[in-house]
């Protein structure tokens, strides 16, 4: 099974993306929905968190305040690391098995959905690497919009991230996200007619 890699900067758009591809008939594992599951309520990576963090991360039911634990880290690079320590490995093992239950039916093409693919050093591992790439003003208003954050707390996530120009050297395929959502999905299909084309034209 070849599995290809999908990223982008933090509100770029690239679940828009993914979804388009999972429409086309790829299935998609996605980085984050995987991250919610390595520290889900009740799990060894949220007792982790706890006890690094604290219980002030933990909401009214016990579940991980994603927001609260935001604030912790966000703009302190020892605080998350230390966060990334604990729920990277997890991730990892979930996502090989997901990849080995797609294996399993049959997949031939699929795709990794990880916001911090180059980040994480993993470009080489999921190739072609496609990055969605959206202005950082644009970033800003849309992580505002959709979490409800702070201009100054909307920065500090896209800072957390490596800068967009340093992701476009590594790209093999890069759709600009700066124009209408018909303009995506069109890029979207011609990113991924180019990928199936290389398979088949792979030996």
Not at 10 to 27: D, L, N, Q, Y
């Amino acid at each position: 099974m070849r599995v290809f890699g999908l990223t982008g900067g933090i509100a770029s758009g690239k679940t828009t993306v993914a979804k388009r591809f999972e429409e086309r008939g790829v299935p998609v594992v996605y980085a984050d929905e995987l991250a919610r599951r390595a520290v889900e309520k009740g799990s060894p990576g949220l007792l982790q968190v706890v006890e690094r963090f604290g219980a002030q991360v933990l909401d009214a039911r016990g579940d991980l305040d994603r927001k609260k634990l935001g604030a912790l880290v966000f703009g302190k690079p020892l605080e998350l690391s230390a966060l990334n320590a604990i729920v990277h490995p997890r991730v990892g093992a979930l996502g090989a098995d997901a990849f080995a239950a797609l294996l399993e039916r049959g997949v031939e093409l699929a795709c990794y959905e990880v916001p911090l693919l180059i980040e994480n050093g993993l470009q080489h591992a999921f190739r072609p690497v496609v990055l969605v790439a959206a202005d950082p003003a644009m970033q800003r208003a849309r992580i505002m919009a959709r979490d409800g954050l702070s201009s100054d707390e909307a920065d500090k996530r896209i800072a957390a991230q490596l800068p967009l120009s340093e992701k476009l050297k590594l790209a093999d395929h890069i759709i600009e996200n700066r124009g209408s959502l018909e303009d995506l999905l069109q890029r979207a299909d011609e990113v991924l007619s180019a990928i199936r084309a290389s398979e088949v034209a792979s030996p």
